[in-house]
């Protein structure tokens, strides 16, 4: 029998029962969870006994949306996609290590160029690198000229699916598909469609019989509901919908990936597209629309994931975002972890149940007091391996063993 470890705390929030358990500790094995609990009924005699002292433990956080090499802060995001591999590959290092930093212990990868989503993906597994285990799209499909197509658009049904196929032969995950304009580009639409429904039917179709989900970013207008209506998994973003909207996703259970930190935070696109008017405009007017619909989209009930979209370290702005907008901070944590794993649909991760994978992220305070505690992390477990330390020291986690599917 391989050896138990008992994580001692002095609460865990476990993504399955409501509230904080007081006096509770992770028993772990094999890399999973095996009980939570207070150690005399979770730390059977004979398991190692770590304590981890004045800290509460929550699963580790899934980053629903982001990219591995872009920071937005340096502004015209479709120019850094268009940099050399090397260069976006040194900059993807640090961006994943200080995902990791900041608790992210899974991350849904939205659109690299080069495959540098699925080299990077089999580099954390190997345990080369430091980062989260990682789930990719490989290139983002968008018709030529539009937002997203920054390495040649994607035009008509044949050429849709021709790419959907290209990118699961890479080893993509899921799809991800740019039915509207974007925030930080200019001379794009937020509401109108770049697809027709007949074209997003054929990727929605080419994907599932690949066994893999569709993806949308859109804001607003005929790309959300054509999207939401065509099956799309989840509409990413989405800082323009109006009732309508809402009303197509709620009856097509489509999911809401919101990514408001690149939007509020001031080192976002703000920071980044400064000397572009058009696009201030862009950021002015979403801004005030996401305000505006906050109260509706809580109201709808279209369950939520949440991503940094490349605000790379700033995961927990992402959950204090949804508090300071009306959600609980229990609502805020469940949408940084065990939705992003329902969304995704890996059942292995995002909770600390029995046989999940023992990833969690230890805190100085309690986050069901005073949400801002997610962005003070004093340690970072995957799979039962510390991967930063007190001291913010980052390290790989141990190579995945290779006859068993990171997520099966
Ligand atoms: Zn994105």
């Not at 433990?57 to 015209?76: E, M, Q, S, Y």
């Not at 899974?106 to 580099?123: C, L, N, P, Y």
């Not at 995950?173 to 200019?186: A, L, P, R, Y």
């Not at 930063?388 to 990171?406: I, L, M, Q």
Request: aromatic letters at 4%; one cysteine or more.
């Amino acid at each position: 029998m391989t050896d138990s470890t008992f994580y001692r705390a002095v609460g865990v929030f476990d993504a399955v029962r409501p509230g904080m358990r007081a006096g509770a500790g992770i028993l772990v094995r094999d890399g999973r969870v095996v009980a939570v609990g207070p150690p005399e009924e979770a730390c059977p005699p004979g398991a190692t006994r770590v304590d981890l002292g004045e800290v509460y433990l929550v699963p580790g956080f899934v980053d629903a949306h982001t990219h591995v090499t872009i920071r937005p802060g340096d502004g015209d995001q479709h120019g850094q996609l268009q940099q050399p591999a090397a260069w976006q590959t040194v900059r993807g290092v640090d961006n994943l290590r200080r995902m990791l930093l900041s608790g992210v212990t899974t991350a849904r990868i939205m659109t690299e160029e080069h495959d540098i989503d699925v080299h990077f993906k089999a580099a954390v597994r190997a345990g080369e690198v430091a980062g989260p285990a990682l789930r990719v799209a490989g290139r983002g499909l968008s018709p030529t000229g539009k937002h997203g197509s920054a390495a040649g658009g994607v035009d008509g049904p044949d050429a849709a699916r021709e790419a959907v196929r290209t990118n699961a032969a890479k080893g993509a995950d899921h799809i991800k598909i740019f039915t509207t304009g974007g925030v930080s580009s200019t001379d794009t639409s937020l509401a109108e469609s770049n697809y027709s429904a007949e074209d997003i039917a054929a990727i929605v179709f080419a994907a599932a019989e690949l066994g893999l989900m569709v993806s949308a970013h859109a804001h607003g207008g005929a790309g959300v509901d054509l999207a939401a209506a065509g099956g799309v998994r989840s509409i990413e973003h989405g800082a323009l919908l109006t009732e309508q909207n809402l009303d197509t996703m709620t009856r097509h259970g489509t999911w809401l990936v919101l990514t408001n930190t690149i939007l509020f935070h001031p080192t976002g696109i703000e920071q980044g597209d400064a000397s572009e008017p058009a696009i201030l405009a862009k950021v002015r007017q979403a801004r005030a629309a996401m305000e505006a619909s906050a109260d509706r989209v809580r109201a709808a009930g279209v369950p939520i994931a949440l991503g940094t979209d490349s605000m790379h370290g700033l995961f927990g702005y992402e959950m204090q975002w949804l508090v300071e907008h009306g959600w609980s901070p229990e609502e805020a944590l469940l949408a940084g972890t065990v939705r992003g794993a329902d969304l995704m649909d890996v059942q292995d991760i995002g909770a600390l149940a029995p046989g999940r994978r023992a990833d969690f992220v230890a805190l100085l305070r309690n986050p069901l007091t005073d949400i801002g505690a997610v962005r003070e992390v004093a340690g970072v477990f995957r799979s039962g391996n510390q991967v930063v330390d007190a001291n913010g020291y980052t390290r790989p986690a141990p190579p995945a063993p290779t006859h068993r599917e990171e997520h099966p």
